[in-house]
């Protein structure tokens, strides 16, 4: 089965750490995305890729890193530089431009 | 300043009836729609999408409308059922863009 594979699918992150969240899919898409979901809000764009070994930032970039050394898999680093890190953070994937993007069913990060 | 904005946090409709769930959009460049369904702790799930180039796309009980010049996208679910119950967000992208901008939500009950 096709699909997106996020793990954990839920973290706790003490202060002043560094955590990874995963992202896989299997589903031969080029793009990646990472979006970061707070209760009663839309989802907001943090990076994305549109082709291995190349990232672009979104509109909330700050405090996190990304990867994406291999076309299946786009990690997300959640650094000790983004100060409310407490979000539901969602992982999709795209084929191309004209089609719709898939997700994953997400991370649930939290601060101890 | 808001690109895509849903108005309504939440709808309530009898079973069986129409839900009518709506969107604005500010940019007349955007020429890709969609609309996707989540489920508290899950990923959003496509539903339906439309291109400019339309003014109505079908799918089941899922019709999506675009009306261009007045900027709004509505979707209706004919006949709606318990399980349509979800938060719904719309999305749109343009200018050849593989960025999606999203709505905050809103949040559909169907009363059995």
């Known amino acids: 089965d096709g699909g997106i594979t996020q793990s954990p699918k839920y973290l706790f992150r003490k202060e002043g750490q560094n955590v990874t969240l995963s992202c896989e899919q299997n589903?031969?898409?080029?793009?990646m995305y990472w979006y970061r979901q707070d209760p009663g809000q839309g989802l907001r764009l943090i990076y994305y890729?549109?082709?291995?070994?190349?990232?672009q930032k979104g509109d909330i970039a700050e405090g996190y890193s990304v990867s994406r050394e291999k076309k299946e898999s786009f990690p997300l680093t959640v650094t000790s530089a983004q100060k409310n890190p407490t979000a539901f953070y969602l992982c999709?994937?795209?084929?191309?431009?004209?089609?719709?993007?898939?997700f994953g069913d997400g991370t649930r990060l939290s601060i101890l | 300043d808001q690109q895509v904005k849903q108005n309504s946090p939440s709808l309530s409709v009898q079973e069986g009836r129409i839900s009518i769930l709506n969107c604005d959009y500010t940019?007349?460049?955007?020429?890709?729609f969609l609309w996707y369904k989540k489920y508290p702790a899950e990923g959003p799930t496509f539903l339906i999408s439309?291109?400019?180039?339309?003014d109505k796309n079908e799918d089941g009980r899922f019709t999506v409308f675009l009306n261009k010049s007045a900027k709004h996208l509505s979707l209706h679910i004919v006949p709606s059922q318990p399980g349509d119950s979800a938060v719904y967000f719309c999305?749109?992208?343009?200018?050849?863009?593989?960025?999606?901008?999203f709505g905050s939500g809103t949040r559909l009950l169907v009363r059995p």
């Open positions: 999709a994937s795209r084929q191309g431009f004209g089609q719709p993007q898939h």
């Open positions: 589903l031969n898409h080029d793009a």
């Open positions: 890729s549109q082709i291995v070994n190349d990232f």
């Open positions: 940019n007349s460049m955007f020429d890709y």
């Open positions: 439309i291109s400019s180039i339309k």
């Open positions: 999305a749109v992208a343009g200018d050849s863009s593989y960025k999606l901008i």
